[in-house]
């Protein structure tokens, strides 16, 4: 039964994969994918592609940075490719971990997998860089994890180090490309570069509207790799994808972004993570609620009680009542804006009784705004479009620079 299971599931998938290859035969390694002509196309994942392609593996010795989003239909990638015998001899895994169950910031330590009894090499807290012993033996490193498109989403940093890794010691990177659920607008702060870090890597806006195959290059083009080295990459493309189109996550990203609205607000409120206010871990709605137990009530609309549960193991004000609000439907009293929505930190940041208090001393707020504007704009009193104007010159920049590594029709 077992073998008549993955028997079905892989002619699926091989048939996908066939539609796929043929139409990208005719295609430049950088030219935008052109959508297959039917009635009502599907979108084929990179991962899918290359299950029609698996002729070019053959005797390569694989390793997989990979994690629970790395599906095939019903099936994960590294169940799909032992079964049709390629050569994969150890996972890499990124924060969260191979099944993403880890809180943020976690150590997720190495082991072997349960299932496949394949080592697992965690790329995450002190070592999130391959070292040359990690890609001792390997021929190909495979990267297919599922991003939400915002900077401070550690999987691209996890994608830098990969690469540079690989192109230190002559291992090539095949990054099989997923849709961008946040692919359709550009916004933010562009990263200063003196605020380089794990949760930001890049000159890059907060909301960067690629997908981690446009990124790879982008990183490759840009040389943005130590020394200024290039990776050998290679993108397998969707197929039938485009940045105006709206994408639905199948398997949560990470634990704290349980479903589309989650990671809609999270290039938005990921900034109370540089705050004293809790950002709703510990709840039913992480990152669509916010709120402190000192705040009016008056004020507020909503109260919630953080308690620790998995992937939220140590919340902010854990078993207190905090006072804030509820954005998980349609935001309460602050007008709902494509992009990057300030209202939320400077409506509560003003409404905050010790505002001196507000912003961490660790300075992670600045790492994740990419530099010390936006706290500053914020304690001046500036509106959110006057902030928002002021990040537009660096947009524009940006967005030529973006043009040059797309694959798929942009959303303007």
Not at 241 to 256: A, E, F, R
Request: hydrophobic share 35%; charged share 20%; glycine share 8%.
């Amino acid at each position: 039964m077992k073998q008549l299971i993955y028997l079905y599931s892989f002619l699926l998938v091989w048939g996908w994969g066939l539609m796929a290859c043929s139409a990208q035969e005719s295609l430049n390694e950088n030219e935008p994918v052109r959508a297959v002509i039917e009635a009502n196309p599907p979108l084929i994942m990179g991962a899918e592609v290359l299950i029609g392609q698996l002729e070019n593996l053959a005797g390569l010795n694989l390793g997989l940075l990979i994690n629970q989003t790395s599906m095939i239909s019903d099936i994960h990638i590294v169940d799909a490719l032992i079964a049709n015998d390629v050569l994969v001899d150890r996972i890499f895994a990124p924060e969260h971990g191979f099944r993403g169950q880890a809180d943020a910031g976690e150590k997720v330590s190495d082991g072997l997998d349960s299932k496949t009894k394949l080592p697992i090499i965690s790329l995450y807290g002190s070592h999130k860089k391959p070292t040359p012993e990690d890609l001792n033996g390997l021929d190909v490193v495979i990267f297919d994890i599922q991003d939400v498109g915002a900077r401070f989403y550690t999987y691209i940093s996890t994608l830098h180090y990969l690469m540079e890794a690989c192109a230190e010691n002559k291992v090539k990177v095949i990054v099989l490309d997923r849709p961008n659920p946040n692919g359709d607008v550009v916004d933010g702060q562009v990263l200063d570069m003196n605020y380089s870090s794990f949760v930001g890597k890049h000159p890059i806006p907060v909301l960067h509207g690629m997908t981690v195959g446009e990124y790879a290059q982008m990183i490759n083009g840009e040389k943005w790799l130590k020394g200024g080295v290039t990776c050998d990459l290679q993108v397998i493309h969707c197929i039938n994808y485009t940045h105006k189109d709206s994408y639905s996550l199948p398997v949560k990203p990470s634990p704290n972004l349980p479903d589309n609205r989650a990671i809609k607000c999270y290039p938005s409120t990921c900034f109370f993570e540089g705050t004293v206010i809790s950002e709703g871990r510990g709840t039913d709605l992480p990152f669509q609620v916010f709120g402190a137990p000192n705040i009016e009530p008056s004020l507020t609309t909503y109260s919630y009680t953080p308690k620790s549960k998995a992937g939220a193991k140590y919340p902010k004000f854990e078993n207190e009542r905090c006072l804030g609000f509820n954005i998980s439907t349609v935001p309460n009293d602050f007008e709902e804006q494509k992009g990057v929505n300030l209202n939320y930190i400077i409506s509560i940041y003003n409404m905050y009784p010790n505002k001196g208090e507000f912003f961490l001393s660790n300075g992670f707020f600045d790492k994740l705004a990419g530099g010390s504007e936006l706290r500053k704009d914020i304690i001046a009193g500036k509106s959110a479009e006057e902030i928002k104007a002021s990040w537009q010159e660096g947009l524009d920049a940006f967005k030529l620079t973006r043009s040059k590594y797309l694959l798929y029709p942009d959303f303007e």
